[in-house]
């Protein structure tokens, strides 16, 4: 140019322009020099400085816009949270359907002492002794899922966490209420399972006196995990969400629903009002914490397989300790044995409907079944694939003997060891025996069934074989006759 570009008398001599180039190879914006310090034109090495510096800044947009989308999709993992957490989170009239302080005080919860709220919640629990809740035998089939709340929270008054740790009451009870809400209305893996995981750990602590091995935090946190361990549970195994590429899948590597099971509990926590460890100290927080993990991961049934031989070992050891105090020191001062021990009780707690008496395993039984004909459903039309054989409806006849499978393979394990391990968890095994001899009854009388229709099949065959084979005979034998002319066979005419 030879005039002037504007009113201060600058004038451009010579350019350099370059495109900047993303790592996505796309262009997204210009870079542009003009008038070299010296006067001189641009040369091929200003060009070649000037490409990277375009690269740089190119990588630069990226990164920032990366970025940028980064605090987006955190923001929208916030909002989506609030959401959830506003509609599964205990509502203040739900709470007061338990916690009765309008009722009894005409005060809302917060305006409310600890001491009183505590006299209110225990006068609406259900008592121990008359819920059965001490027992191995334990049912839901007759209790209400909101009574059931109720017998949850009862649980930490029992182990004494309430006082001890000081837990609000009007906190204890809206985790309690929204953990019930967190549990979708699916066939098996809902609200009922949850509870009865829970009650089964605080049986086992209790009755069957494994808590003289842990501490009361620690047998806190493992009651706490086992009432969280199967939230939001979606009614399908770990393989359906890995063939499916469900979100879950993509998020998590391993152990898929059990780590959502997890974070789902973690993220209550966040929640102040729901935070039944807000009173905990920073190394109890994370003890706590700690345990859940390894008690919510442990009930992926493909991690209990690889513990069985430690759990035996240390089974063998306490069978043969000479006294009570050199078996609890020997769980008791080891971590990892603490640790084994308690994920075998997540196991033989999330087993436990197959040790009922056989009017409640065989109900529920039929449920388990019904999810996963479910699935199964769902794999021949979504995915377009033939179920195994237990999550084929088609296959129902084969339940009992499916169960006597599951049974043996699974369950007789675990509950052999238990009571080894613990006479008072004795009546655990001595259920499973007598519900495996049900279904081997019911399974043998299958067996006969089948074999009596294939024996049928088979006499049938054979008899349209020999009808095949007279047909021939006869048709053959009229040939002759007429080769014959007719005459008779049994005389003949001189």
Known sequence: M??????TGWIIKNVLSLPIVNKKEEIVGIATFYNRKDGKPFDEYDEQITETLTQFLGWSLLNTDTYDKMNKLESRKNIA????????KCTDKELQTILKTKEMLDKDTADCEQKDMLKILQEELPDPTDVELYEFH???LDVSEFDLIKCGIRCFFEIN???KFKIPADVLTRWMYTVRKGYRDITYHNWRHGFNVGQTMFTLLMTGKIKKYYTDLEAFAMITAAFCHDIDHRGTNNLYQLKSQAALAKLHGSSILERHHLEYSKTLLQDESLNIFQNLNQRQYETVVHLMEVAIIATDLALYFKKRTMFQKIVDYVEKSETEEEAIKYISSDPTK??????MMMTGCDLSAIT???EVQSKVALMVANEFWEQGDLERTVL??????????NKADELPKLQVGFIDFVCTFVYKEFSRFHKEITPMYEGLQNNRVEWKLRADEYDAKMALIEKQRKEQEEMAVKKAVNGEVEAGDEGKEGKRGGKSRTCEIF
């Open 356 to 358: 009922k008496p056989w």
């Open 161 to 163: 966490a309430v006082i």
């Open 138 to 140: 334990f049912s839901d």
């Open 338 to 343: 603490k640790e084994i021990v308690m994920a």
């Open 81 to 88: 949270s609030e959401m959830l957490m506003y509609h599964s």
């Open 2 to 7: 030879k005039e002037p570009v504007d009113e």
């Open 384 to 393: 377009q694939q033939q179920p195994i054989p237990m999550m084929d409806r």
